[in-house]
């Protein structure tokens, strides 16, 4: 070589690349050659020497569009582990809003179902009251009732007794009458 550096002008974006990404440039080259004609290369000297830097160009070009490849293929897997994890994560997402609406509706359902059961508590507490006064009214009033009773046979043999009395009483009043009647003045 005779240190001038040549270099691939136009690089291929993908495999052979279309005719208007620059390839027609290197056939050019090819057929017109520099310098001299096919093949001379610079002034004769370097035969061969186009020939090679443009085998050298295809191979770069090879290098590049794997690289080019694999890199495609890369973000392409990348950007399809992206979609996943963010499928994924979306997924998970709608999964905790249900369960926070399932959480809420049923904090809702408690709080309903705790107002009603304080409401039937209260309302069988104030039956339960009711049916202990009444009850203990009724027994209040048979224990009342009873004494009554009691009182009132109490006061029937009191009133007996008082009669008997009065009735001896009067008995012991006449049977004196008689005897002071029956019995001679002196």
Same mark, same amino acid.
């Given at each position: 070589?005779?240190?001038?550096?040549?270099?691939?002008?136009?690089?291929?974006?993908?495999?052979?690349?279309?005719?208007?990404?620059?390839?027609?440039?290197? +056939?050019?080259? +090819?057929?017109?050659?520099? $310098?001299?004609?096919? $093949?001379?290369?610079?002034?004769?000297?370097?035969?061969?020497? &186009?020939?090679?830097?443009?085998?050298?160009?295809?191979?770069?070009?090879? &290098? &590049?569009?794997?690289?080019?490849?694999?890199?495609?293929?890369?973000?392409?897997?990348?950007?399809?582990?992206?979609?996943?994890?963010?499928? &994924?994560?979306?997924?998970?997402?709608?999964?905790?809003?249900?369960?926070?609406?399932?959480?809420?509706?049923?904090?809702?359902?408690?709080?309903?179902?705790?107002?009603?059961?304080?409401?039937?508590?209260?309302? #069988? $507490?104030?039956?339960?009251?009711?049916?202990?006064?009444?009850?203990?009214?009724?027994?209040?009033?048979?224990?009342?009732?009873? #004494?009554? #009773?009691?009182?009132?046979?109490?006061?029937?043999?009191?009133?007996?007794?008082?009669?008997?009395?009065?009735?001896?009483?009067?008995?012991?009043?006449?049977?004196?009458?008689?005897?002071?009647?029956?019995?001679?003045?002196?």
């Amino acid at each position: 070589m005779d240190g001038t550096n040549t270099y691939m002008p136009v690089m291929p974006a993908n495999g052979m690349g279309d005719m208007g990404s620059g390839w027609w440039i290197i +056939l050019l080259f +090819l057929f017109l050659g520099f $310098g001299n004609g096919f $093949g001379g290369g610079l002034n004769g000297n370097g035969a061969g020497f &186009v020939g090679a830097d443009v085998q050298r160009g295809f191979d770069q070009s090879a &290098v &590049v569009n794997g690289l080019n490849n694999i890199q495609s293929s890369l973000s392409g897997n990348q950007m399809a582990d992206l979609n996943r994890s963010f499928d &994924v994560q979306t997924s998970i997402l709608q999964g905790f809003n249900g369960i926070q609406g399932q959480l809420a509706q049923c904090c809702c359902d408690n709080k309903t179902a705790t107002l009603q059961t304080q409401a039937i508590v209260q309302n #069988e $507490g104030n039956l339960t009251r009711l049916a202990i006064q009444n009850q203990t009214q009724a027994i209040l009033d048979k224990m009342c009732a009873q #004494e009554i #009773e009691t009182l009132r046979q109490t006061n029937d043999n009191l009133r007996q007794q008082l009669a008997m009395a009065n009735l001896n009483a009067s008995q012991v009043a006449q049977t004196q009458q008689i005897i002071a009647a029956l019995t001679p003045v002196a």
